[in-house]
């Protein structure tokens, strides 16, 4: 065996054993009074690792996010990953609501919602992919159905909303920014909604976050904050560099909403193998079960139920429990894969 490789699997059990320890109360502080100098090697391997996407909104409304749906489609050959998002809310107020979505890089976004939870929605491309898939996937809990009448999951019924998604930084696939952040608006008064959002990244966020090395890594939204804070911004030297320590200043204090349930998907499309095996690396973070071959094939899913998990307010009710190593198995793949289709 090289140097090199050893050195490289040293890096990854270092980073494996933080992963562990930044999941539980107070464990940056234990990590750092162990009297081992491995800080720098943990930051390199960081670099190499993507975020979920931050939810904020402003502390004064009565708006809960009750379930997020995030899947998780990286493509090694394209150099560009896809991200598609469910959001699941109930706007307890008597106007219209909006909210900030953060996500680390540059970073493009745009509404899927009526080609993906309308009942006669478009039954090619992504959205339908997706919805199909998770539809199945809820057949053993937490049932969906779609419906004239709405989009009903378990016992709650929400109502399709197409939104209107406003760049405030950010929002290019292919910039080399720290962050790209978005007023996501459009949410009724008095009832519950969902919307489906499609995020992309390509070129520098790509090779920033996921790289040309076999192994990355996922994790949730307060490593995903302090990266941005520490690592990110000062290193941008961009002539918009105050504007972004501005809108990182109003996200951070605004208030962070984490849904009761948070579903993370890896995903690939129905021709082909996943090609990506995944290691939860935090407690609370529980793989599903699949039984069905298909979806086992191009499918893993994990959930996080924030109402069982008494745990999480310990760490400022953050993702902060959520880390997912993704090793790539390329052999195992069918190279099938179409180019994107939207619908």
Not at 158 to 164: A, D, G, I, M, T
């Given at each position: 065996m090289s140097d090199e490789w050893l050195a490289g699997e040293r890096r990854t059990i270092l980073f494996e054993c933080y992963c562990r320890w930044a999941a539980l109360p107070l464990?940056?502080?234990r990590f750092q009074q162990?009297?081992?100098?491995?800080?720098?090697?943990?930051?390199?391997?960081m670099s190499l690792a993507t975020g979920c996407i931050s939810i904020a909104m402003d502390p004064t409304v009565q708006v809960v996010v009750e379930r997020v749906m995030e899947y998780f489609i990286p493509n090694p050959e394209t150099r560009n990953c896809d991200v598609f998002v469910d959001i699941f809310l109930?706007?307890?107020?008597?106007?219209?609501?909006?909210?900030?979505?953060?996500?680390?890089?540059?970073?493009?976004?745009?509404?899927?919602?009526?080609?993906?939870?309308?009942?006669?929605?478009?039954?090619?491309?992504?959205?339908?992919?997706?919805?199909?898939?998770?539809?199945?996937?809820?057949?053993?809990?937490?049932?969906?159905?779609i419906s004239d009448q709405g989009v009903r999951v378990a016992d709650r019924n929400?109502?399709?909303?197409?939104?209107?998604v406003n760049p405030l930084v950010g929002g290019n696939a292919y910039a080399s920014v720290p962050f790209s952040m978005w007023m996501i608006d459009g949410f009724q008064p008095m009832r519950r909604s969902v919307c489906r959002l499609h995020l992309k990244f390509s070129g520098?966020?790509?090779?920033?976050?996921?790289?040309?090395?076999?192994?990355?890594?996922?994790?949730?939204?307060?490593?995903?904050?302090?990266?941005?804070?520490?690592?990110?911004l000062p290193c941008y030297d961009g002539p918009d560099k105050a504007k972004y320590y501005t809108e990182f200043?109003?996200?951070?204090a605004a208030k962070h909403e984490v849904p009761e349930i948070f579903e993370y998907l890896v995903v690939c499309d129905d021709n082909s193998v996943l090609e990506w095996e995944t290691t939860p690396l935090s407690p609370m973070l529980y793989e599903q079960p699949i039984l069905e071959l298909p979806l086992a094939r191009n499918t893993q899913w994990f959930i996080i139920d924030h109402k069982l998990t008494n745990?999480?307010?310990l760490i400022g009710k953050r993702y902060g429990g959520f880390l997912l190593k993704l090793h790539a198995v390329r052999s195992r793949a069918i190279r099938n894969t179409p180019e994107l289709v939207l619908g």
């Open positions: 464990a940056g502080a162990v009297g081992f100098r491995v800080e720098e090697e943990i930051r390199n391997l109930e706007n307890r107020t008597e106007t219209q609501q909006s909210f900030l979505i953060l996500h680390r890089g540059g970073v493009s976004a745009e509404d899927l919602t009526s080609q993906s939870w309308l009942p006669r929605r478009c039954e090619v491309g992504w959205p339908a992919i997706l919805t199909s898939r998770v539809v199945k996937l809820h057949e053993s809990t937490d049932h969906i159905e929400y109502q399709p909303q197409p939104c209107h520098p966020s790509y090779e920033a976050q996921i790289g040309k090395d076999d192994t990355f890594y996922a994790y949730g939204e307060a490593v995903l904050l302090d990266k941005i804070a520490n690592e990110d200043d109003n996200f951070v745990g999480w307010s």
